[in-house]
């Protein structure tokens, strides 16, 4: 029966509204007991076709307790639906408790909930792993009728959604009958993402709905007045196009790609808004407090614009939002679609959108997104398999609540989508690291957790493991941040422990908008006044870069290869790339092009590679360790998105020797072996796992004494329990996603038999931007004017030979201003079997 309750029907028809097909197929899953994956454009009613099924029971069957639980990737995300819930549902008069449950959530309102739980609780990943592990999670959870996971495809494949894939299993084990809805507006592998919601791990058992599309969105490109820089990320040049395009909307979410671009961008703007209109940041370093008065005054319609991280990318329904401006390049289709629904938040009105690039290739990776955009074309990868660490702090979250049997939790756990492959051997190996740490940590009492009884039944072994999991639960590991506050004031955020411990009292930092000066340190704040003389410097956040998607990659070849898509392309870039094709070659779609040539007494070499700046630096990393062993004397790389450009002593006489496939055999066995990287990986692996413990009922631990607990007990696994399962956890965590191999793989095998080497005699267009990026840091007076005679230098040679090369140049023509940032060290001595010095942007 496709119809609606009559109270029901009134309300859209009192709205000027009809329910959606999609929203109806949704109601139809729901009496038929399914569950149900919906995937519709943004504005097209998901939230409401989520909602709508539990509303109708609600009020067809009225009951106290929990019927209906929301789970979002975003604490501002749940606080915003509920804000939407709570319209329709006092304006029809029902009689439904709603409410949040985040780590934002006062404790005496969550020991309310615990007693009295609401009809619907919208919540996270976290809070919800630990209302799962209390005593009073199987009375709680018992009459659960509907779990809701919204933005599903944000979650699916990530560490946050092994841990909401095991908390849904155990939700079906406590409410057997409870149906699944999953929600998402940009789905590239339906049928994986079908198989993590379900409750089986099998994608039959899951419905799949899908909505008409929407109205296609329109996306322009903005570029700076004059020449547009050859290298630079922020986007800053086009800060007055920016700000002149907020004054002429009525709200403007302006999108950046990193909490440091965020806070150069809003502070560039507030430089140029004469008119005084209120603008905002948003960003998540910044106090809950002050992210929570950003978005109720967005929803109110008192902001004019907002400058904004992926803090905001999903979701978040400010229907008064007209435009959406992405600076700098997005990185991904299905990331800028996300960002792109976010104006005009109405499946049949077209979202408009502008991209702003920071440089030449991004505007080609920016005509690349439209490209693909417009051929409805998505990326992103299926879901990977779960975790072994979170499977760690779930084993424990479990023995919090309540004794079970392996056998019992190990057939619960393989029903969960992400850990559908898990083997009998790897549960039981995490089983025993929880109980003990494993053979070569069990003589240590701190490593004890669990223990089995007489009957094999796993116990937790006290309440005080019990209170150190909730302090260290959870699946984001970052680097240590330190509390920054206001002398006399409030806390402003959070910054990185490693950002302040370079600062000297006096310095001046640029963070929460506003110019800040160092006062000192007062235990684990760091207290601060506002103004000071100087260029600030801008707090950075390590693993906050957004790699280049494979698909964008490859359409960015495309259009290299093809001048026929130049069209799309502004002319100073079109000139650009016929520079290179006269004095290079032009990069083709499904080989590979190497430059090299001499400069100041080095040899440089310059690979289009186009797979990311992680994947750039693992396979710089591989190619100078094989340049070692062919005597080509490796002096450094530098890895950005598009290139991997490497200077060494001697002349690399045949590239190709560097891109064979058996570079990801022994060269990355050992680079793997002896660098640095598995040792950060154990440590953030041990810490989601519980074995190290960061944070305790009387202190938090630094990251120095973290760094020195996990290297000891990383070398006496590898000493005496090689294969431990958490170093088999740091191994498979490396190769799916620190090192991208499955990238440079690709690459290489596309590579074999069809790479072109041009030896030139000097830097190419094309190269450029790269050579900019080495040793590119803010500098000021006669080593600011050193570094444009070297920029100018590099363009002068790029366009030696040339037909024809328009214009006069300045350091803005090369490179965008930015405000100062701290020293970047990149220089590193040479030792034998060390990597050269690293530059990724």
């Known amino acids: 029966m496709r119809t609606l309750p009559e109270l029901f029907a009134g309300w859209f028809a009192g709205r000027g509204w009809s329910p959606r097909p999609h929203q109806l197929d949704m109601l139809e899953a729901a009496r038929a007991g399914e569950s149900a994956l919906l ?17 109708i029971q609600l009020y067809e ?109 155990r939700l079906s084990a406590l409410a057997p009958a409870s149906r699944r809805v ?13 198989a993590w919601l379900s409750p089986t791990a099998r994608a039959e058992d899951v419905a799949l709905v899908r909505a008409a599309p929407g109205a296609p969105p329109s996306i322009g490109v903005q570029l700076p007045e004059g020449r547009l820089p050859w290298g630079g990320h922020m986007g800053l040049a086009s800060a007055p196009e920016i700000m002149a395009r907020v004054a002429a909307a009525r709200v403007t979410i302006v999108f950046v790609n990193t909490r440091a671009q965020a806070e150069l961008v809003f502070a560039a703007l507030w430089k140029l808004n004469e008119e005084a209109l209120p603008i905002a940041l948003h960003h998540g370093s910044l106090t809950v407090e002050q992210r929570r008065k950003v978005e109720a005054a967005m929803a109110a319609g008192r902001l004019r614009g907002v400058v ?64 693909s955009v417009a051929a409805g074309e998505l990326d992103g990868d299926p879901p990977r398999p779960g975790g072994l660490d979170v499977l760690a702090q779930h084993i424990l979250a479990m023995a919090c609540h309540a004794p079970f049997r392996p056998d019992d939790l190990y057939a619960e756990v393989t029903r969960a989508g992400a850990y559908a492959g898990l083997s009998r051997r790897d549960f039981d190996d995490t089983l025993r690291f929880v109980e003990d740490g494993g053979y070569a940590l069990s003589s240590y009492e701190r490593y004890r957790r669990l223990f089995r009884d007489s009957e094999g039944m796993i116990h937790v072994r006290g309440k005080e493991v019990a209170l150190q999991l909730r302090l260290n639960l959870g699946t984001i590991v970052e680097q240590p941040l330190l509390k920054v506050k206001l002398r006399g004031g409030p806390v402003l955020g959070e910054v990185e422990e490693y950002f302040l411990s370079t600062l000297t009292l006096g310095d001046t930092f640029l963070f929460a908008g506003q110019v800040l000066r160092f006062e000192g340190m007062s235990g684990m704040v760091a207290q601060v006044s506002r103004g000071g003389t100087g260029e600030p410097r801008v707090p950075a956040y390590s693993g906050s870069r957004m790699p280049l998607s494979t698909h964008l990659g490859s359409r960015v070849r495309d259009i290299l290869a093809d001048p026929s898509h130049w069209a799309l392309l502004p002319p100073s870039v079109q000139e650009w790339l016929d520079l290179q094709r006269q004095i290079s070659e032009l ?120 760094s020195v607990n996990s290297d000891l007990i990383y070398d006496v696994l590898r000493r005496h329990e090689p294969d431990h399962v958490l170093l088999r956890a740091t191994r498979a965590e490396a190769a799916w996603g620190l090192t991208d191999v499955a990238r440079i793989g690709s690459l290489l095998a596309r590579a074999k038999g069809h790479i072109r080497h041009r030896r030139l005699d000097h830097v190419s ?76 942007r």
């Open 39 to 55: 995937i519709a454009p943004t504005g097209g009613g998901k939230t409401l076709a989520g909602f709508l099924p539990s509303l």
């Open 587 to 706: 990069p083709s779609s499904d080989g590979l092009l190497v430059e090299t040539f001499p400069r100041g007494g080095r040899w440089y070499m310059v690979a289009y590679t186009f797979e990311g700046p992680l994947a750039h630096q693992t396979l710089g990393m591989l190619a100078t360790r094989r340049m070692e062993r062919l005597g080509w004397g490796p002096l450094g790389f530098v890895a950005t998105d598009y290139v991997l450009a490497i200077w060494s002593a001697f002349e690399p006489a045949d590239p190709a020797a560097l891109f064979t496939e058996d570079l990801l055999g022994e060269e990355l066995e050992e680079w793997v072996a002896e660098s640095s990287m598995l040792r950060r990986t154990f440590r953030n692996i041990a810490t989601i796992a519980g074995l190290i413990q960061k944070n305790h009922p009387d202190a938090e631990k630094s990251r120095k004494q973290m």
């Open 765 to 840: 267009p094309l190269g450029v931007p790269a050579l900019l990026e080495i040793g590119h840091e803010r500098v000021s007076g006669g080593a600011e004017d050193a570094m444009l005679a070297e920029a100018i230098a590099l363009v002068e040679e790029a366009t030696e030979g040339a037909d024809s090369f328009s214009g006069q140049l300045g350091l803005g023509d090369l490179i965008e201003d930015r405000p100062a940032g701290p020293p970047i060290d990149r220089t590193r001595r040479r030792q034998p079997r060390r990597a050269p010095k690293v530059a990724a």
């Open 308 to 371: 904004a991280t992926s803090s905001l990318d999903l979701g978040i329904d400010w229907g008064d939002v007209d435009q959406v401006i992405q600076v700098g390049a997005p990185k991904g289709v299905s990331r800028l679609l996300q960002r792109v629904g976010r104006a005009n938040h109405r499946m049949d009105e077209a979202s408009a959108a502008v991209l702003v690039p920071a440089n030449r290739f991004e505007v080609i990776e920016c005509a690349a997104a439209i490209e």
């Open 182 to 194: 999953g929600l998402s507006a940009t789905v590239n592998h339906p049928e994986a993402l079908r």
């Open 61 to 169: 069957l009225p009951r106290k307790g929990l019927h209906t639980l929301y789970i979002s990737p975003l604490k501002a995300l749940a606080v915003d639906i509920a804000r939407n819930l709570e319209a329709p549902v006092a304006e029809m008069g029902l009689d439904i408790t709603i409410e949040t449950r985040t780590g934002d959530t006062p404790a005496n309102r969550r020991a309310r909930q615990r007693q009295n739980p609401p009809n619907i609780l919208l919540t996270t990943p976290e809070s919800l792993t630990l209302l799962l592990a209390s005593p009073e999670a199987g009375s709680f959870f018992a009459d659960l009728a509907c779990i809701v996971v919204d933005e599903a495809h944000a979650l699916a494949g990530i560490k946050r959604g092994d841990q909401l894939s095991l908390c849904l299993s």
